[in-house]
């Protein structure tokens, strides 16, 4: 079988609308979707002698997508440091309402919308609630946010591709599900 040979006058017509919605649906900004997706074309024509067709040309692309995705929390987490000075005293800690194990809501803290959200029409909604909330987060907590639970990278990972420390790194990542649940609340997703 001959390997398939990448053809780029072709890419907008056949990827660009999947990698624009993949996109998009990573950083909520559609200028951002679309100069992602563009860099990414870019970067496919510069690399194109390197192709070596062991994926699909299509699973290449979307392989240089996802790095300059992260390359844009990269970006966007550079702009702001917090400091562990920063951080509340006195007030509520992380452990008043995440699992320590897994990171997520306690029970007695879960919002209830949430757990009855089984219809598509109201998914769609919490969907564009959450985006909104997370256009909100400062740049660094939301870099961080994204990259860990968009993403799915580790907390490792994350550390080294922003230059963290660990104890930062859960600093951002407990204001951001702080300030989330804020405004999904202020949006009646929440503990009434």
């Given at each position: 079988m001959t390997p398939s040979v990448?053809?780029?006058?072709?890419?907008?017509?056949?990827?660009?609308?999947?990698?624009?919605?993949?996109?998009?649906?990573?950083?909520?900004?559609t200028t951002v979707?679309?100069?992602?997706v563009q860099e990414t074309f870019l970067s496919a024509l510069d690399g194109l002698a390197t192709f070596r067709a062991e994926a699909s040309e299509r699973t290449w692309l979307f392989v240089i997508l996802r790095r300059k995705i992260i390359d844009h929390y990269r970006r966007q987490a550079r702009s702001t440091r917090v400091g562990l000075e920063e951080v509340e005293a006195g007030g509520p800690t992380e452990?008043?309402?995440f699992n320590p194990e897994n990171g997520h809501w306690t029970n007695a803290q879960a919002p209830v919308s949430w757990l009855n959200a089984d219809a598509a029409l109201e998914q769609q909604e919490l969907h564009?609630?959450?985006?909104?909330c997370q256009a909100?987060?400062?740049?660094?907590?939301s870099a961080v946010f994204a990259m860990r639970f968009v993403e799915e990278l580790s907390a490792e990972e994350i550390c080294q591709e922003l230059g963290l420390t660990a104890s930062n790194y859960w600093v951002l990542v407990h204001r951001a599900k702080l300030q989330l649940r804020r405004c999904l609340e202020?949006?009646?997703?929440g503990k009434n």
């Amino acid at each position: 079988m001959t390997p398939s040979v990448p053809n780029p006058a072709q890419w907008l017509d056949r990827y660009g609308d999947e990698l624009f919605r993949f996109a998009l649906s990573r950083v909520s900004d559609t200028t951002v979707a679309e100069e992602l997706v563009q860099e990414t074309f870019l970067s496919a024509l510069d690399g194109l002698a390197t192709f070596r067709a062991e994926a699909s040309e299509r699973t290449w692309l979307f392989v240089i997508l996802r790095r300059k995705i992260i390359d844009h929390y990269r970006r966007q987490a550079r702009s702001t440091r917090v400091g562990l000075e920063e951080v509340e005293a006195g007030g509520p800690t992380e452990a008043d309402f995440f699992n320590p194990e897994n990171g997520h809501w306690t029970n007695a803290q879960a919002p209830v919308s949430w757990l009855n959200a089984d219809a598509a029409l109201e998914q769609q909604e919490l969907h564009e609630v959450l985006a909104r909330c997370q256009a909100r987060l400062p740049a660094q907590q939301s870099a961080v946010f994204a990259m860990r639970f968009v993403e799915e990278l580790s907390a490792e990972e994350i550390c080294q591709e922003l230059g963290l420390t660990a104890s930062n790194y859960w600093v951002l990542v407990h204001r951001a599900k702080l300030q989330l649940r804020r405004c999904l609340e202020k949006h009646g997703l929440g503990k009434n």
